[in-house]
């Protein structure tokens, strides 16, 4: 193989990792968000917001 196609093939390689690289960001910025919004989900039901208010008015009495 020749010094010039030797350099191509590099360049094609370098800009195949590129590629790879944006996709894998767009996957976990994907990802990330998804469980971002499960987490609200979780944290604004009912149930969770009295075990927090309790553990919050708990923590406050002992501090009196």
């Known amino acids: ?3 010039i196609a030797r350099a191509f ?4 390689d370098v800009a195949r ?3 790879m690289s ?3 960001y767009a996957v976990g910025t994907i990802a990330a968000t998804a469980f ?3 987490l609200y989900k979780i944290v604004t039901s009912a149930e969770v ?3 927090l208010l309790g553990i919050i008015n708990k923590a406050l009495q ?3």
């Open 1 to 3: 193989m020749g010094k």
């Open 9 to 12: 093939r590099r360049r094609l």
């Open 17 to 19: 990792d590129a590629g």
């Open 22 to 24: 944006t996709a894998e």
């Open 36 to 38: 971002a919004g499960l």
């Open 49 to 51: 917001q009295k075990a």
């Open 62 to 64: 002992l501090a009196q």
